[in-house]
């Protein structure tokens, strides 16, 4: 499928750029017959990528962070390290 690009800058010094890919895809009706790939209509498709971070942290900490128990758990038996809150 043929692909078109275009690029949008928000500052002057370009440090946010979106860029955009469209796609142009053949338009299907639902429960219609398909149509041959040379009389099809087309549709224009536009995706735009989302980038997350995750990010883990351990801490030295005697106890857990939203409970009172130990943050001992090395030793520990599974599931033996925990209390109401955990």
Sequence with gaps: MPSVQSA???SANARQCYIRTSIIAPQRSCGGPEKNQNNHERQLVEYEAVIGLETHVQL???SKMFGTSSAEYQHA???TVVDAVS
């Design 60 to 62: 030295r900490t005697r």
């Design 77 to 79: 038996e599974p599931n």
């Design 8 to 10: 949008r800058c928000s």
